[in-house]
């Protein structure tokens, strides 16, 4: 197959991607992120979530069983998601699970609902090297919170919320990155400026407002929510089965995060690998079954969309190949305008001040920055390093440079922040009607 990869993708990604375009069954790279379920157990019972419905026996992961999983796909995997359906903070190994999987140059993540956010819990997590953690909450309104988050008693989520920002704040050296989230919904629309406007300019916290997702119509009640999209499958060929596995907390092994209720188990890692499961024949008839198209008569595919993640969307799904980078852009967007495709590249706007989470590897991260601003002003840019001064320089039209990683941050997931002298909008410089002030455009990333 004669494909020209974007220069983003390392040589395990262009493995996963080639395997995708060229509508292999098998991969030859395993998967490059993980959902790994660290317990299904959740003592909230939320309007938007249909874990209600959910027949599955609960429980949490054996920490043995994980760190098997972590040892197989160590220096393969690069992020992974530690909850699926549940809340994390109910699995009392939690911070072990974090901290063995970050020791192998992992990115993890994980979300709470923030009820079991207290001061220990607090101090654990920014004293941790968990990458990224996504606290969700809903609404500021305690009526609305509370109709929403069903069984939560917001004066003690928001307390515990404030408590863990200010502690956040006052450690100054923590490596953690947080966003904090709203789930779009009908019901809590009208809260969503306040939302963000609260937790704005916090530095190392985002406020993110994600859509509601029906679970490829699994889950009726959440059109009547708002649910932005459902409908019937396209028949185009989603990418998951070529990038990502999810993880159940009792080893079992499902395609994407839709299968909350075990529709298509593809094996089980108590008795199998992840290698023999990958590119096992359960998988590989799944991958048949989208590349033939047949879909809509899949009882988990059916009735989804597949979203921006298709061959034949083109350009568009290339950096869904790099999972920390598009994973993380979906949490923690600072600064930063959403993915804008055209021609053979993918272009990611920045404002005058922004932030990037970038994941080391044990590696360098290379960027490429342009000036498109016709009139030609040179930038001076200052880049911090988790708050603290890393270095400046100045550029006219484009900027190629690697930014070298401490040693006592290797392996991490890093959060630089960037400042520029001068930004610009398209309409005031007569280009079309854009009326947005931009900074510069990331090249490679």
């Not at 157990?41 to 429980?59: D, F, K, Q």
């Not at 050296?173 to 989230?181: F, K, N, P, R």
Request: hydrophobic share 40%; glycine share 8%; aromatic share 10%.
């Amino acid at each position: 197959m004669n494909v020209k990869f974007p220069g983003f993708l390392d040589a395990r990604q262009q493995t996963l991607l080639e395997a995708y375009l060229s509508r292999s069954l098998t991969v030859g790279a395993l998967p490059a992120c993980l959902v790994i379920e660290s317990t299904n157990r959740c003592n909230l019972e939320c309007i938007m979530c249909p874990r209600v419905t959910m027949s599955r026996r609960t429980g949490a992961m054996d920490p043995a069983l994980f760190r098997d999983i972590i040892d197989q796909v160590a220096f393969h995997t690069e992020f992974i998601y530690l909850h699926f359906f549940g809340e994390p903070l109910l699995n009392d190994r939690l911070f072990e699970l974090i901290e063995y999987a970050s020791g192998k140059g992992i990115t993890v993540a994980m979300s709470t609902n923030a009820t079991l956010l207290d001061m220990a819990a607090t101090e654990a997590f920014i004293a941790s090297k968990l990458g990224l953690l996504i606290i969700s909450v809903d609404s500021l309104e305690g009526s609305t919170y509370e109709r929403i988050r069903r069984g939560g008693n917001f004066t003690q989520v928001i307390r515990n919320l404030e408590n863990f920002i200010e502690c956040f704040a006052r450690a100054g050296d923590s490596t953690l990155s947080v966003a904090v989230q709203m789930i779009r919904m009908t019901e809590n629309a009208y809260d969503i400026g306040r939302f963000e406007a609260r937790f704005r300019g916090i530095p190392g916290v985002h406020p993110v407002v994600k859509h509601l997702d029906d679970y490829a119509g699994q889950y009726a009640n959440a059109k009547a929510l708002g649910a932005e999209r459902s409908g019937e499958t396209d028949g185009r060929i989603c990418a998951e089965p070529w990038k990502t596995l999810v993880i159940g907390f009792d080893g079992k092994v499902l395609p994407c995060h839709n299968d909350f209720d075990y529709k298509a188990v593809l094996g089980e890692l108590t008795r199998q690998s992840i290698a023999e499961v990958w590119n096992g024949a359960l998988m590989q008839e799944f991958r048949q079954m989208h590349i033939e198209g047949n879909q809509a008569r899949h009882s988990l595919c059916a009735k989804c969309g597949v979203p921006d993640e298709t061959i034949a969307h083109g350009t568009s799904m290339l950096s869904r190949f790099r999972a920390a980078r598009s994973e993380l852009q979906t949490y923690y967007h600072k600064g930063l305008y959403p993915f804008e495709f055209g021609g053979a590249e993918n272009h990611l706007w920045t404002q005058r001040e922004f932030e990037l989470l970038l994941q080391d590897r044990f590696e360098d991260a290379r960027l490429v920055l342009c000036n498109p601003n016709p009139a030609g002003n040179e930038i001076t840019m200052k880049v911090d390093l988790f708050g603290e001064p890393f270095g400046e320089c100045s550029f006219r039209d484009r900027i190629d440079f690697t930014l070298k990683t401490p040693s006592r941050y290797a392996g991490q997931l890093l959060r630089y922040s960037f400042s520029l002298s001068d930004d610009w909008c398209p309409a005031e410089s007569g280009i079309g009607n854009d009326t947005r002030r931009l900074g510069v455009d990331i090249a490679y990333l």
